[in-house]
């Protein structure tokens, strides 16, 4: 079963950035796709970024589009380059991978992926 350990995440004011990483491990075989969602405090899971294997595919959420960036250096790592961050991004950010038909899925519905990290915590200031 795959792993995932979230680390970054913290207290900035609004305009500030963070970087937010995740590492996977355990036994994974196949191509999977990872990605990051995020929960706000009495709301549902939400979709942010996702990056497929071979990093042909990137999907951002249209709150965060030109904002944040998703990058995968290594096969089983990937991080989240926020900028310019809003009070409305306050939320726990949860990495995600996930296993689809092809190596160049990637998935945006939380109900696409199986494992999931422990989250982090990121709040933004006024």
């Known amino acids: 079963q795959i792993q995932l350990v979230e680390s970054g995440g913290g207290s900035v004011q609004a305009g500030d950035s963070l970087r937010v990483s995740c590492v996977a491990s355990g036994p994974i075989f196949g191509r999977y796709a990872m990605g990051w969602f995020r929960q706000a405090s009495g709301k549902e899971r939400e979709f942010v970024a996702a990056?497929?294997?071979?990093?042909?595919?990137i999907y951002y959420a249209d709150s965060v589009k030109a904002r944040f960036t998703i990058s995968r250096a290594t096969a089983n790592t990937v991080s989240l380059q926020m900028n310019s961050l809003k009070p409305e991004d306050t939320a726990v950010y949860y990495c995600?991978?996930?296993?689809?038909?092809?190596?160049?899925?990637?998935?945006?519905?939380?109900?696409?992926?199986?494992?999931w990290g422990q989250g982090t915590q990121v709040t933004v200031w006024s």
């Open positions: 995600t991978a996930g296993f689809g038909p092809t190596s160049s899925w990637v998935g945006t519905h939380t109900s696409q992926y199986s494992t």
């Open positions: 990056i497929n294997w071979d990093r042909s595919n």
